[in-house]
């Protein structure tokens, strides 16, 4: 398995830079670029591997993040429950006008272990004073958020992946464009140089 990914990994690191380099060698009539050399299978094999090396840290991040995530899902829902509410006023809006953007806001009133309690939440505008809703509450009886549904958990890690294959393969894309121009260019005022030191001095000994 080993030989086969290695063999595998020569082949990928010798074709990679070629059409680019191809494609220059042909533009400038530059022999130095029929090929890369061995420099260039170095560079193209480090960044394979760090890429590959980045793929396996994205895809523990993201299952850890799945993992905090169902953790923290059965946390709430064993900490929190629901309870019936009676709205002691009409819905209001904070901003006139705002309604599709700000959610109308409501006091309700409920009982948490024999006691009274007031709360704030937010409501439909359609509903009135004296209209039965369902709050969620924590162990000390206080108005909290719904327990993390697995929806969240499970878009939360897809999200967590897709950003960390996007930022990996942005990463990989920039850095192989700016080093073969680097190289591309660097070859090019080497041959520049040969053909002004050919024009100046002839051809060399044994050339």
């Known amino acids: 398995m080993g030989r086969r990914m290695g063999s595998l990994l020569e082949r990928v690191v010798d074709r990679w830079p070629a059409p680019g380099w191809l494609r220059e060698a042909r533009r400038c009539q530059n022999p130095l670029l029929v090929r890369p050399g ?3 299978r170095v560079v193209a ?13 994205a895809a523990l991040l993201t299952c850890q993040v799945y993992a905090d995530g169902y953790t923290v899902e059965g946390e709430q ?16 809006i904070p901003l006139a006008g705002s309604e599709w953007v700000v959610p109308a806001l409501a006091t309700v009133s409920y009982q948490w272990q024999g006691a009274a309690r007031n709360g704030i939440i937010p409501v439909s505008s359609k509903l009135k004073a004296g209209d039965r809703v369902s709050v969620w509450v924590d162990p000390a009886g206080m ?17 967590t992946g897709a950003m960390g294959v996007c930022a990996l393969l942005v990463a990989g894309c920039l850095g192989a464009a700016v080093y073969r121009t ?6 090019c005022a080497q041959w520049e140089a040969e053909w002004l030191d050919f024009a100046t001095h002839g051809p060399a000994p044994g050339r």
């Open 45 to 57: 094999g480090l960044g394979l591997v760090a890429l590959a090396f980045g793929f396996v840290i």
């Open 38 to 40: 061995r420099r260039e």
């Open 143 to 159: 108005i909290t958020q719904e327990p993390r549904r697995h929806t969240q958990t499970v878009l939360d890690t897809l999200a």
């Open 77 to 92: 829902a064993g900490q929190r429950s629901a309870i019936s509410a009676t709205l002691a006023s009409d819905p209001a």
């Open 182 to 187: 680097w190289s591309m260019r660097r070859r």
